[in-house]
């Protein structure tokens, strides 16, 4: 089995940002509420954007290992724009829609024996929560590489 992706910096840059995105979650859950929610490692949505941050980290370590004018930063600019933009639009979109679907199921049920649980929320991030996580993998992408050179 060849393991050479495991020696690769873009590969660990955009995993440590998505890690340190859904750690920050975890901590600021951890320290607001005083309970610990190891589900806040896996669910969507929140302050910074994991996706985000993992996209940002790659297309920036891709920039400084093959140049902005490759075909490879190209492709994933475009895909770090797709994701910012799915983030903040369609994904938020849904959860909204999905806390007025839980609003009108929460009053069925009291008039009306329905069983159905609710429906995710938090889906989606604001502009802010997404230029966050875009400057997390930056930081994330430009620490790995100083690191190494």
């Known amino acids: 089995m060849n393991w050479t992706w495991a020696h690769n910096v873009t590969t660990w840059a955009g995993l440590t940002a998505w890690f340190l ?3 920050i979650k ?3 859950h951890l320290l607001r509420r005083r309970e610990v929610d190891f589900t806040l490692f896996v669910r969507t949505g929140g302050m910074p954007s994991s996706h985000t941050a993992a996209c940002a980290a790659v297309l920036t370590s891709v920039g ?3 140049g902005l004018d490759s075909a490879l930063f190209a ?3 475009l895909v770090t724009f797709i994701v910012m933009y799915d983030a903040q639009g369609l994904r938020r979109a849904a959860g909204q ?3 007025i679907l839980n609003q009108m199921l929460d009053q069925l049920r ?3 024996r329905i069983q159905h649980g609710k429906l995710a929320e938090l889906l989606g991030h604001t502009r802010l929560e997404v230029f966050a996580g875009l400057l997390l993998g930056i930081a994330v992408a430009l620490l790995f590489h100083a690191a190494i050179e």
């Open 75 to 77: 492709v994933t600019l």
């Open 97 to 99: 829609q999905a806390r």
């Open 64 to 66: 400084l290992r093959d």
């Open 110 to 112: 009291t008039q009306h």
């Open 21 to 23: 995105a859904q750690l």
């Open 26 to 28: 975890f901590l600021e």
